[in-house]
T-cell receptor, first 117, second 112 residues
């Protein structure tokens, strides 16, 4: 069965600090997909990134970067020079490619990030 | 604009009063699903549908029903709501042969 763990339930930083959100996953499939979603205070879920299990290349998008390490089953998310607008709950999610008829996303419990001015 | 819509966005009801939360997508997606979000648990899948007239249970289907009579719509039905169904509900959809799901804005349901 698939499982996602976000050990940090809440993180508080001061604006301009860098912050890393941890995500550890478990799966028996060799092919799977990992996601990060952002949930701002307004409540909607905003898709940030998708990574498949064969692509371990790290990715950078502006102030956001993702570090995928299969050896440690981790898919961590770093925000550089954080801003108040980054305050949100961030979810890591996993989808197995084969044993997953409903294309179910398994979510971690979420990490609430608070960026103070 | 490509989107998933849900109605209502907020609902307060009482135990046992049947309700329906609608979900509609305009992207011609085959897959649709419902999730509920609870503190510390992330989102959990309730039901999903692979296409019209094809539905199946997710992780937490008890107390819910769904139907898929048209490709664009996937309503969530609570025949006899109970307080433990107080939650934030999300509808999602995706195209076949892709794996990225797109979520609606959420429906916050309170059952008294």
């Amino acid at each position: 069965a698939q499982k996602v763990t976000q050990a940090q339930t809440e993180i508080s930083v001061v604006e301009k600090e860098d912050v890393t959100l941890d995500c550890v996953y478990e799966t028996r499939d060799t092919t799977y997909y990992l996601f990060w979603y952002k949930q701002p205070p307004s409540g909607e879920l905003v898709f940030l990134i998708r990574r498949n299990s064969f692509d371990e290349q790290n990715e950078i998008s502006g102030r956001y970067s993702w570090n995928f390490q299969k050896s440690t089953s981790s898919f961590n998310f770093t925000i550089t020079a954080s801003q108040v607008v980054d305050s949100a709950v961030y979810f890591c999610a996993l989808s197995e490619a084969y044993n997953n008829a409903g294309n179910m996303l398994t979510f971690g419990g979420g990490t609430r990030l608070m960026v103070k001015p | 604009e490509a989107q998933v819509t849900q109605n209502p966005r907020y609902l307060i009801t009482v135990t046992g009063k049947k309700l329906t939360v609608t979900c509609s997508q305009n992207m011609n997606h085959e897959y649709m699903s419902w999730y509920r979000q609870d503190p510390g648990l992330g989102l959990r899948q309730i039901y999903y549908s692979m296409n019209v007239e094809v539905t199946d249970k997710g992780d937490v289907p008890e107390g819910y029903k769904v139907s898929r009579k048209e490709k664009r719509n996937f309503p969530l039905i609570l025949e006899s709501p109970s307080p433990n169904q107080t939650s934030l509900y999300f509808c999602a959809s995706r195209r076949v042969h892709t794996d990225t799901q797109y979520f609606g804005p959420g429906t916050r349901l309170t059952v008294l």
